[in-house]
């Protein structure tokens, strides 16, 4: 029996039952469309974490209070907002004495009810420095950050993100020159700043900025910052800058062992390696959720096979009388089961690419569907109709001619 021959045959089998057929692919089509749309995203929202730590900064090092401790593999931070161990003059001092420091903040941040007139949102409020825009890269859309004068006088002044102008006085509405009121206290904006985006790291358009001298003073009452921000100069100096960061606070904090650092300190490196490893696992979850259908399509790719077989003992009877020999009748209704997931496979691999981009159309998730996901997918559509097709084949090679032919 030539190729030709089988896929003869193989069409004829198929289009016989069409009913049957479509719902046995029914299977292959769910489970393989499943597993493309579950990687699609999982795979994006891991790019798109990884871009929201970018957008953060470039060669962030972040030191934050409280002791870190390892759980699990992973760096966890204890009770870090409550404690108060860092101050500004920590960070000023790092900037004088660490080499490869580019630039360097001081952050004190809180959430507050800020009123406008007529209107009031609950919203972040992150008291810094004029170095903010440079390490956390904030551009400006209007007006001006907060400066070295008003950082010094304790201005009470404030720079709003669009979200938060938007929220208090409109969208788009001219806000600089007018007042807002924080914590009882009233703060005139000087500018608003170039929309960036939200993300699970912080949303800086939802944000309010005030000198860290004021936020010190008028709203927390504490000389302590909630964590202090470091732009090396170079990705290849971050390390090198962490370890003398490092260093430089115990000297200043008084603590010989480095085990008892009343602070925490990650470099954007490890944030987005620790991040891509959580999503990685949640990807293979997600996909192997999905491959269970898979599983249960091959089952019924079997089931079917296996009734075609009974159905069709007659036939293989009188193939094997006239001379087909037992690979032909094996290689025959294998050739069908791989026929069945590859078609299946297909449809499945376009119906999985059109829910990705349904999902990314409608902004419900980026998704991201990469040649690779879509490759295994396939491969393993085939597989199943080999593994899962080789028995009821097998079965049929193996069937008595004389007994075939006798069936009713």
């Known amino acids: ?54 957008s953060i900064g470039a060669n962030l090092v972040q030191v934050s209070p409280g002791a870190q401790a390892a ?5 966890i931070r204890s009770a870090g907002g409550s404690i108060k161990t860092l101050t500004y003059e920590d960070a000023l001092d790092l900037a004088d004495s660490v080499s490869g420091i580019q630039s360097i903040t001081a952050e004190l941040s809180g959430r507050y009810q800020v009123v406008a007139k007529g209107t009031n949102t609950n919203t972040s409020v992150v008291g810094t420095t004029p170095t903010y825009p440079e390490v956390r890269n904030i551009k400006m859309a209007e007006g001006a950050f907060v400066s070295d004068l008003q950082l010094r006088t304790k201005a009470k002044v404030a720079v709003l993100g669009p979200t938060t102008r938007d929220d208090l006085f409109g969208e788009g509405a001219e806000s600089v020159g007018r007042t807002v009121r924080i914590n009882g206290m009233e703060f005139t904006v000087i500018g608003v700043t170039t929309a960036k985006g939200g993300s699970g790291f912080g ?30 100069s170079d990705a290849s100096v971050m390390t090198q800058v962490q370890a003398d960061v490092t260093t430089l606070l115990l000297k200043r904090h008084e603590i010989t062992d480095s085990t008892k650092a009343d602070f925490s300190i990650m470099n954007q490196n490890d944030i987005v390696a620790t991040a891509s490893s959580v999503t990685g696992i949640f990807t293979i979850l997600l996909g192997a959720v999905a491959g ?8 019924g790719i079997m089931n079917m096979m296996l009734t075609t077989v009974t159905e069709r003992t007659r036939e293989i009877g009188l193939r094997k009388a006239i001379g087909a020999k037992k690979k032909d009748i094996s290689r025959q209704f294998l050739f069908e089961a791989i026929a069945l997931t590859v078609i299946g496979g297909t449809i499945g691999v376009i119906i999985g690419w059109a829910i990705s981009f349904g999902i990314t159309y409608f902004n419900i998730i980026d998704t991201s569907i990469s040649f690779g996901s879509v490759a295994l997918a396939f491969g393993v559509s085939a597989f199943i109709g080999i ?15 004389i007994e075939a032919l006798r069936y009713e």
């Open 387 to 401: 593994v899962f097709g080789y028995y009821p084949a097998k079965r049929a090679a193996e069937l008595n001619p």
């Open 71 to 75: 759980v699990g593999g992973y760096q």
């Open 203 to 232: 949303n800086a358009d939802d944000t309010i900025f005030i000198p860290l001298t004021s936020a010190q003073q008028f709203l927390a009452g504490s000389e302590h910052v909630t964590s202090v921000s470091i732009q090396a």
């Open 1 to 54: 029996m030539n190729i030709f021959d089988i896929f003869h045959e193989t069409y004829s089998a198929l289009v016989a039952n069409k009913v049957r057929t479509g719902l046995t692919m029914l299977g292959i089509v769910i489970g393989i469309s499943s597993v493309i749309a579950m990687v699609s995203i999982g795979q994006g929202a891991q790019k798109t974490i990884e871009s929201s730590i970018q």
């Open 292 to 299: 269970i259908s898979l599983v249960v399509g091959g089952i």
